[in-house]
């Protein structure tokens, strides 16, 4: 069989992608793989380091104001889109896939839309609460619509098409070993382990934050932290926390440019202060990790805080608005849930009521079967 997949513009749309087409390749190994992202993004780098052929559409993404120079470069995109529909179906036709399916990414809409108009089997994927722009506008083309969320069911309008199949995770993220993994990290027994990450670049308003409550939590100090401050900003807040904290290390407070062994730590994690975009949350409820939810204000719909919003409500995390976010407010919350353990253990059960371990496992079987249909 022939499996075409879209993604592309972040690496949140491009793992699951990958996942999947490496599952279909474990259940069946004769199968061909193609994959169609925009040109000049993050997909031409890591589809081909993954081993899979990749092409390219000439697409760029709708921009939201009303800007003269904004609408000039929608119009410009509405004519893109056309050429890159006609450039998809030309490589369908060459491929002649048995299946085409897309995890995001303003590129998925003219490949499932050309490959819908030839007549062959198209799926989506969308690991957001509320669905974005992309995937609404493929709603009424596409064959079958995925979700990561059962709560996602009622944003669509053909909810019989829907299937609820969680968003993909890393398997090095499933089963975590707390007590190993806090061995292996030098963590003291007994002591509460908190990890604090904003996304592989860090932000710096966040970082600034966290100096100050980690300063704050040093004046007593009953717990560890582990912070990602990003590569950009990591100098400037080692610098500044020399200033005026100069033994914040040995107090506990562990602050790196990147977390590279992200699933180790995640496992020997009590608590975890992050934003709430959907391959984050997964990893957390695929884990039962209990979490403060930052909600990134700078989103498309505000699906961040919708995302968030839903664990919330199952009672697996704490939303905090980044208005509301301050030294003060953070180490109040968190000194309160790490005081409180048995708040910690109900909110990990919550969290994994709601993961979806075998995420990957599902959507390769929806695939399969709308491949063999």
Not at 63 to 76: C, E, G, T, V
């Amino acid at each position: 069989m022939k499996f075409l997949f879209t993604c592309g513009g972040t690496a949140g749309h491009i793992n699951p992608a990958l996942a999947v087409a490496g599952r279909i390749a474990m259940a069946a190994p004769d199968s061909d793989f193609l994959f169609i992202g925009a040109e000049g993004r993050m997909e031409t780098d890591l589809v081909p380091r993954a081993g899979y052929e990749m092409k390219t559409v000439r697409i760029t993404n709708l921009h939201r104001s009303l800007k003269p120079a904004d609408i000039k470069h929608n119009l410009a995109t509405l004519k893109n889109v056309l050429t890159a529909t006609a450039e998809a179906k030309r490589i369908i036709r060459e491929f002649k896939p048995d299946v085409a399916v897309g995890t995001g990414g303003y590129v998925c809409y003219p490949v499932l839309k050309a490959a819908s108009e030839l007549g062959v089997p198209t799926a989506v994927h969308e690991s957001n609460a509320v669905p974005g722009l992309t995937t609404k506008m493929l709603e009424g083309s596409v064959d079958t619509i995925m979700v990561g969320f059962e709560e996602s069911r009622a944003n669509y309008r053909h909810p019989d098409r829907v299937e609820v199949t969680g968003t993909p995770v890393r398997v090095d993220f499933l089963n975590p070993d707390k007590a190993a993994a806090k061995r292996e990290l030098g963590i003291p027994e007994g002591r509460p382990l908190v990890v604090s990450v904003w996304g592989s670049l860090g932000a710096a308003h966040m970082n600034e934050i966290m100096s100050d409550f980690i300063v704050r939590a040093c004046a007593k100090p009953f717990f560890n932290l582990i912070h990602s401050a990003g590569k950009a900003g990591y100098s400037r807040m080692s610098a500044a926390l020399e200033r005026e904290k100069p033994d914040y290390a040995r107090l506990g407070m562990d602050v790196r440019d990147y977390i590279y062994d992200m699933p180790r730590v995640m496992a020997a994690s009590d608590l975890v202060l992050c934003r709430a975009g959907a391959s984050t949350l997964a990893e957390l409820t695929a884990m039962g990790k209990p979490a403060i939810l930052v909600p990134s204000p700078n989103v498309t719909n505000n699906h961040q805080e919708r995302n968030a919003r839903v664990l919330e409500a199952a009672g697996g995390a704490r939303v905090m608005l980044e208005q509301d976010f301050t030294a003060d407010s953070l180490l109040g919350l968190v000194s309160e849930l790490l005081q409180h353990p048995e708040q910690l253990d109900e909110m990990s059960k919550k969290m994994l009521e709601l993961g979806v371990p075998d995420a990957t496992d599902r959507i390769a079987a929806e695939v399969l079967e709308l491949a063999g249909k």
